[in-house]
C-alpha cells in the first residue's frame, strides 16, 4: 500500500485550495443552472472558458423557504460579481411547486433581462427522460414513453417523451417532449410509463449540458419566451387536460 507522507499530503491539499480559489476568475464565462423541486433546490454552473474544469454543483435542502435562501445558495456556488459573467441560464420550469416554480422563473427571467443572456427552458419530466430512459429500455423496445405522477385528489400529471439523438460532444441525451406534461384523465391509457422521480443531483447536470447543446449549436433562447409549466390552475384544478389536445 501506498504511504501518504505529510509532504504529498500537503501537497494535494494545497491542490485543492488552489483550485477552488481560482474557479471563479475575472475572464471566466459561466452556464447558471437551477433547479427545485419539494424540500431541495439545486444550483450548478459550468465556466465555459475552462473546459478542464469540472461543473461544480450542489443541491441544498432548504425545505420550503425558497423564497428567503434563493440567493443565498446561488451565491454558495457563484458569488454576486461574477453574476454579470453568466454566458447562459439554465432552469427547470415545472410541473413542480407552484410557488417555487413562479419564484424561480422569475429570477431567472429578469436576471437574464439584465445580463442579457440565453435562457434555456425544460420540463421536468424533460429533464428525468434520460435517466429513467436507461431503466425504461431494460424491459421495453418501444421508442417513445410516458413519464407520469398521481397528485393526490387532482389526479395524474403525465408527459410523452421520444429519444432523438445522444450527442457525444456535449454528453446531452437529446430527447423530443412529444406532449408537454399536463393533467390528465386517469382513466387514460398512458402506456407504457414510467413513474416520475426527482433527483436533482443529476438533473442539475443534465441542465448545464442542455444549455452546452445550446450553446454549441449556437441557439439563443430569448427570457420572454420562457413560460412556466402549472399542469394545475391554483383556481380551477377540477378538468383535467386529454392528454392529446
Not at 501537497?11 to 447558471?32: A, E, G, M, R, V
Not at 461543473?55 to 434563493?70: E, T, Y
Not at 443572456?117 to 421495453?140: E, G, I, Q, V, W
Amino acid at each position: 500500500m501506498e504511504q501518504v507522507t505529510p509532504r504529498r499530503r500537503n501537497s494535494k491539499l494545497t491542490i485543492i485550495i488552489n483550485t477552488l480559489q481560482h474557479f471563479h476568475t475575472s475572464k471566466s464565462k459561466y452556464f447558471l443552472a437551477l433547479h427545485s423541486c419539494p424540500e431541495s433546490f439545486g444550483v450548478a454552473i459550468k465556466d465555459i472558458e475552462n473546459p478542464e474544469i469540472k461543473i461544480k454543483s450542489q443541491v441544498f435542502a432548504i425545505g420550503r423557504s425558497l423564497s428567503n435562501k434563493l440567493f443565498t445558495c446561488i451565491e454558495t456556488i457563484l458569488p454576486r460579481e461574477y453574476w454579470k459573467q453568466i454566458s447562459r441560464i439554465s432552469v427547470a420550469k415545472g410541473p413542480g411547486s407552484f410557488t417555487s416554480t413562479r419564484l424561480l422563473l422569475s429570477m431567472a427571467r429578469t436576471l437574464c433581462q439584465q445580463i442579457d443572456c440565453s435562457l434555456d427552458s425544460l420540463s421536468t419530466f424533460h429533464l428525468m427522460a434520460p435517466r429513467l430512459y436507461k431503466d425504461f429500455k431494460k424491459s421495453n423496445a418501444d421508442n417513445h414513453f410516458w413519464i407520469k405522477d398521481l397528485l393526490p385528489r387532482r389526479g395524474i400529471v403525465a408527459g410523452k417523451y421520444e429519444l432523438i439523438e445522444i450527442h457525444s460532444k456535449s454528453n446531452f441525451h437529446e430527447f423530443r417532449e412529444l406532449i408537454y406534461p399536463k393533467l390528465i384523465d386517469n382513466k387514460k391509457d398512458i402506456n407504457p410509463s414510467i413513474n416520475a422521480s426527482h433527483n436533482l443531483k443529476k438533473d442539475i447536470i443534465s441542465l448545464i449540458e442542455f444549455s452546452q447543446f445550446c450553446h454549441n449549436l449556437e441557439i439563443k433562447n430569448n427570457w420572454n419566451k420562457t413560460l412556466p409549466i402549472y399542469p394545475t390552475s391554483p383556481i380551477d384544478n377540477k378538468k383535467p387536460i386529454h392528454p392529446n389536445s
